[in-house]
């Protein structure tokens, strides 16, 4: 929770998107991200679709503890978070 994470996005390997990671379930990842519609918004990305994420090195990992499953109005099948 709170990492960043990308997802594919178009041809190149150079190419991707970011955004928050705020939950998870067997098949999605949830991203929030910004920059669409002039608003932030959560998208759900298969998986196969999610290339990585980050966390600072200099700062502790989270308690460990299970992300959450769903995250109401969240958008499914979308090309950006």
Request: avoid cysteine; charged fraction near 15%; proline fraction near 9%.
């Amino acid at each position: 929770m709170g990492a960043i994470g990308s997802k594919k996005q178009g041809n190149a390997s150079w190419q991707s998107h970011v955004g928050f990671v705020v939950g998870a379930s067997p098949t999605q990842i949830f991203l929030l991200g910004g920059n669409r519609g002039d608003a932030w918004s959560a998208a759900a990305i298969p998986r196969k679709e999610f290339t990585a994420s980050r966390w600072p090195a200099d700062m502790p990992l989270p308690a460990p503890h299970m992300l959450p499953t769903t995250i109401a109005g969240v958008r499914s099948g979308v090309s950006e978070v």
